[in-house]
């Protein structure tokens, strides 16, 4: 009986381990750190600086970004650029999953150390 549950127990570590491995969207993370990242950081470190309604405000309407990065050209072609259209909701939703009172606490994962400023 005792080894019937190890074989039950040993799968479902496996599993959740592999799905705990990947805590955010790596994927929306690089994005965000080559449009974002030259002028704001590190991805956590700048999701950190506005809560969800912050993030809300500024994602709600295309031209508020535009607004926001109209005196810089490089941030002007990023947010108006193909790649970050395609990801905008998906750059919304990793911002707001890791804001300022979301309660997640990214540290290094040995990918992604570290804030540039």
Known sequence: MQHFFLKLLVPALLIQSLYAAEKYDSKTFRVITKECGMCHGTPFYFAKQKDEDGWMEYFEEDQTLVKVHQKDPKALKSVQGKRFRYYR????????????????????????CGTHH
């Open 89 to 112: 909701e998906d750059i919304l939703k990793f911002f707001i999953d890791n804001s300022k009172y979301s309660g997640v606490v990214h540290g290094c994962d040995a990918n992604f």
